[in-house]
């Protein structure tokens, strides 16, 4: 029997064990706590511990499993909230209260509770990695696909179970593979958690992640299967972005993982989820949401291991053919997971203490996203939205740095416009979005043609004004001509009219892409005519009392957004008092 060497926090050493092999599942002490082995060598292996290590000594037993670190995957998934090592927290609350108590052994899902499973093959039928056998009800948004796993080398079915009520560990199909032998197949399967989900095929992201945010959807876009990175310090609303994504991005399944924050932002969280209403289906948002909350008080190492929990949930529902969005709220504190495992493993550090192999781990986490064609011929896709904290809101350092070289949608959120009550606030200026090429036909076939020319007028209207800023800054407003006041006032209605939006108003806090359209082409027809007005010697301060900067600016709230051919009276109406103002002039 392999016995404990020494202890370092999480991380415990076995001397002269012969017996386990690296990223080996393993139960560690007397209490068995879950570990899983990161380091071998011919004096000592090296395993890290995903639960307290308080009591732990040298000499208790540690015993191998023989298999990697796995989600169990199966209906029960939604509508349920896990702890980083995928243990469902209500199970754990029942066994030991609010505290979870080490060593506390509960299933990963409901082994009790039965499913209304409808078979989906016949015997004769062959299986091949991917295809779907079975399907049940999950909850009543969602429908729960078995699939035969991409680990099973397939076969022929050779025994069908009639359509009824299961429970996940069940037998409700036999094949019989290539080699002879029988496989039976239940509604869970098991994935290790640091391997990939094998695909057909990666293909292009060319649909947006619609989520209803203007500055999003229009300004900064994000694909279907890409990945965005939320940067930005305490208080800039980093949570509160992701929530508003979560509630109304047109993913199908939402993965939020609380990756090392504090526990009360989390209780927040929880309790905020279970009372959100789903606004496109009116059923409890929980219907369509997987929770996985680590707080900064659990154990470190189960930290590290929740960000592969909730990719590897997320992966096995995009199998089935459902479009995901992750939450990572956030990858620094997972970051700050590695470097103080690293630091016990006494592993030389790199750049502020954090491992050499940082962008790598990171690279690894985001590469998992994508849009596929699936094995079984279905399209899924995993779209990433990781937020990150860096200190002093210093975009220098190591996880922002190395997150903006593998993400290709940047929304940096500024500590200014926040404390403006400027919400979402994200720095248009300080931003970016590498889809906008991607989504260009989308864009140009589902809203307008003209969609993207106009976007393009809104962005250049906006850079233009950053520039005419400085000089503001040193000399006011009053020394610049009449044509860059313009501009800088139509910069005004853009940010305040159209960039801002207000989550607690119902038109507002989601806003569909075709009155985004309208908004955006209001704001350049108002920028148009005031132009050509001014070209026809009508005075600036005439242009301002006409009101229209006010009108277009409340327009967000005046226009429902079930009525969008009210932004024709508007057009109409704003030429009319501006050709009016050239015949004056």
């Known amino acids: 029997m392999d016995k404990i060497f020494s202890i370092n926090g999480p991380v415990v050493k076995v001397r002269k064990a012969r017996s386990f092999s690296m990223q080996e599942m393993v139960y560690v002490g007397n209490k068995r706590l879950i570990g899983e082995v990161i380091r071998v060598t011919g004096e000592f292996t090296t395993i890290q511990v995903y639960e307290g290590t308080t009591g732990l000594m040298p000499g208790e037993p540690v015993e191998g499993t023989g298999a990697p670190m796995s989600a169990t995957l199966g209906p029960g998934i939604l509508d349920n909230i896990f702890d980083g090592i995928q243990r469902p927290l209500k199970k754990l609350e029942e066994l030991s209260g609010a505290f979870i108590a080490d060593g506390a052994n509960v299933t990963a899902i409901d082994t009790q509770k039965k499913y209304s499973c409808t078979i989906k093959v016949s015997v004769g039928d062959t299986l091949n990695a991917g295809d779907i056998y079975c399907t049940c009800p999950e909850t009543q948004l969602i429908e729960h696909r078995c699939m035969l796993s991409p680990l099973s080398k397939g076969g022929q079915v050779i025994w069908c179970a009639p359509d009824g009520d299961y429970s996940v560990n069940d037998t409700v199909v036999k094949i019989k593979t290539p080699q002879g032998t029988e496989e039976e197949l239940t509604l869970c399967q098991k994935w290790p958690i640091r391997t990939p989900r094998p695909c057909s095929q990666r293909l292009p992201g060319t649909r947006p ?72 289906t009116q059923r409890p948002l929980t219907d369509r949401t997987v929770l996985i909350a680590n707080t900064s008080n659990m154990p470190v190492a189960a930290r ?214 309208l908004m955006m082409k209001l704001i350049c027809s108002f920028y148009r005519l005031a132009k050509n007005a001014l070209a026809g010697s009508a005075p600036y301060d005439s242009i301002l009392s006409l009101g229209w900067s006010d009108k277009i600016i409340k327009v967000k709230y005046d226009i429902p957004n079930d009525k969008p051919e009210m932004f024709g009276e508007y057009e109409k109406a704003m030429t009319a008092d501006f050709e009016g103002l050239t015949e004056v002039a």
């Open 304 to 517: 590290e291991a929740s960000i592969y929990t909730g990719i590897t949930l997320a992966e096995y529902y995009r199998d089935m053919g459902y479009h995901i969005a992750i939450m990572a709220d956030s990858t620094s504190r997972w970051a700050e997971a590695l470097r103080e495992i690293s630091g016990r493993l006494e592993e030389m550090p790199a750049e502020e203490g954090f491992p050499a192999y940082l962008p790598s781990r990171i690279s690894e986490f985001y590469e998992r996203a994508g849009y596929v064609e699936n094995l079984n011929g279905t399209e899924g896709s995993v779209t990433i939205i990781g937020a990150v904290s860096p200190q002093g809101s210093d975009f220098s350092e190591p996880v922002t740095q190395n997150t903006k070289r593998f993400v290709r949608c940047f929304w940096a959120l500024d500590k200014s416009l926040a404390y403006a009550r400027h919400y979402p606030a994200i720095n248009w200026n300080s931003s970016y979005s590498e889809y906008v090429g991607d989504l260009e036909e989308f864009y140009k076939k589902n809203v307008d043609p003209e969609f993207m020319n106009v976007r393009q007028e809104i962005s250049s209207i906006l850079v233009e004004e950053n520039t005419l800023m400085e000089i503001v800054k040193l000399m006011g407003t009053d020394v610049l001509p009449d044509d860059q006041k313009l501009l800088i006032e139509t910069a005004r209605i853009i940010r305040v009219g159209f960039l801002q939006q207000n989550a607690y108003h119902k038109d507002d806090t989601y806003v569909p892409l075709e009155k985004q359209y």
């Open 209 to 280: 992640l619609i989520t209803g945010q203007r500055i999003i959807d229009t300004v900064l876009p994000i694909a279907k299967g890409g990945t965005a990175a939320i940067p930005g310090g305490f208080g800039t609303g980093k949570t509160m972005t992701q929530h508003q994504l979560a509630k109304w991005c047109d993913a199908d399944i939402i993965v939020y993982i609380g990756c090392g924050e504090r526990g009360n932002e989390m209780t927040q969280v929880l309790e905020e989820f279970s009372e959100l209403i789903d606004p496109h």
